[in-house]
């Protein structure tokens, strides 16, 4: 029987203090309210990896007219109006690119990944917390296809990035077999995703991977398509 290991990033998170940027955060948004921020990226998959990874804020803020991303500090941000408390989630929604929608699914590694809450928006909050993701994963399937799909098209050379694509086979893995989409993925994928992120600029083990990585974004396409047909 396959183990399957959660994609936990509790130890990484308490390594990271990021107390005083936050308070830095509400100084630059001192025209607005910010309503709650948490941790996207590798510190929410539970893949971060000290010296090779960034640091991911997902920034939900009352009053700003439109999604944006920024880089603060080194921190990069993904800021978003309060609308997108549910339009974030909305596939066809126009302001966000593939590239964004790919990664909607990193709100699932909430409470744990929560930063900062006002409380003024902890109803909001609560129900941006409790969407349930599973409605739409073929519809988010298709985004990140779209994405992926184009950064692989032609390419013999694969960037840090893909490792995404591992992890996202392991997640339909565990989705096809609980019911439930979640960050949960079998042992196998945990140690090639973290595998190939901290030694991608190896030539053999780039050219190991290539192939692997094509094989599971067809495989995830595969899933897609029955998901839909039934």
Known sequence: MINEMKLNGDAERK???????????????????????YYGGSLAYGTYTKGKSDIDLEVFVDG????????VSDVDLFVYPKEYITKRFDM?????????????DVYL?????????NDEYKEDY????????NGIVPDFLREFIDYYGFCLDGTDLLGKKFYHVIR???QIENYLKTG??????????????????CNW?????????????????????????KLING
Do not use: C, H, W
């Open 109 to 117: 590694g909430l409470p744990g990944t929560l930063v900062y809450l």
């Open 15 to 37: 390594e990271v203090d990021i107390s005083e940027f936050v308070k830095r955060l509400i100084q630059i948004f001192y025209n607005y309210k910010i309503m709650f921020i």
């Open 180 to 197: 439930k989409f979640s960050f949960d993925v079998p042992d196998k994928y945990k140690e090639e995703l973290l595998d190939f992120k």
């Open 168 to 170: 996202m086979r392991g």
């Open 201 to 225: 600029q190896n030539e053999d083990k780039n050219k190991y991977y290539l192939k692997k990585i094509n094989t599971y974004f067809d495989e995830i396409k595969e899933t897609r398509e």
């Open 126 to 133: 609560e129900k941006y917390k409790g969407f349930d993701f």
């Open 64 to 71: 700003i007219p439109y999604p944006y991303k920024s880089d």
């Open 92 to 104: 066809d929604d126009t302001e966000l690119n593939s590239y964004r929608k790919s990664f909607a």
